[in-house]
């Protein structure tokens, strides 16, 4: 069974750092894209950042580009986003996806990241 | 705002059909497929058509999807009260080099 599993995700003040994990299990982490997607609160789905099987190919948002640092540990079965210069228009649940068929067709279950002083 | 277009909410009745349309441009549904999510209340969205048409294993087929030129289409037939959820449509955009969503439609099963 394909599962990914967000975690990370908590308070911290404007300008500070954060790094969430996505541990997948179920697949071969190397086979695939693997992107983040964000939710603010009560609002749509807004794509982060992707990065392709091997790690050598990744792309951001306008909205992130230079904040945030998207990375994998393939033999960790990991997937990672460093996220600094923290602001509050940050706040989000951010979710792991999978890419294939294509289309996200898989997703974790969320972390939120609240950005607040 | 959204690069893709959605209605903000659409309703019909229960046993009804409903369709939720998705505009873009060019640069997105010009050159890529659409796919179609669903997002059940506090959930994470699920992926319900790929391909402009196709469904994931494990998706009835009282979901469609199409896609004629710019725009695209996800109709739903036999609504269930179960089937109440935010609809998104998305895309790759090659303009922004980005993944891109429509703002999402709420379904409302009268």
């Known amino acids: 069974e394909v599962q990914l599993v967000e975690s990370g995700g908590g308070i911290v003040q404007p300008g500070g750092s954060l790094r969430l994990s996505c541990a997948v299990s179920g697949f071969t982490l190397s086979s695939y894209w693997m992107h983040w997607v964000r939710q603010a609160p009560g609002k749509g789905l807004v794509w982060v950042s992707r990065?392709?099987?091997?790690?050598?190919?990744?792309t951001y948002a306008d909205s992130v580009k230079g904040r945030f640092t998207i990375s994998r540990d393939n033999a960790k079965n990991t997937l990672y986003l460093q996220m600094n210069s923290l602001r509050p228009d940050d706040t989000a649940v951010y979710y792991c996806?999978?890419?294939?068929?294509?289309?996200?067709?898989?997703w974790g279950q969320g972390t939120l990241v609240t950005v607040s002083s | 705002q959204s690069v893709l277009t959605q209605p903000p909410s659409v309703s019909a009745a229960p046993g009804q059909k409903v369709t939720i349309s998705c505009s873009g441009s060019s640069s997105n549904f010009g050159n890529y497929y659409v796919s179609w999510y669903q997002q059940l209340p506090g959930t994470a969205p699920k992926l319900l058509i790929y391909d402009n048409d196709k469904r994931p294993s494990g998706i009835p087929d009282r979901f469609s999807g199409s896609k004629s030129g710019t725009s695209a289409t996800l109709g739903i037939t036999g609504l269930q009260t179960g089937d109440e959820a935010d609809y998104y449509c998305g895309t790759w955009d090659s303009s922004l080099s980005a993944a891109v969503f429509g703002g999402g439609t709420k379904l409302t099963v009268l």
């Open positions: 990065m392709n099987g091997d790690g050598r190919f990744t």
């Open positions: 996806a999978r890419d294939s068929l294509p289309g996200f067709d898989s």
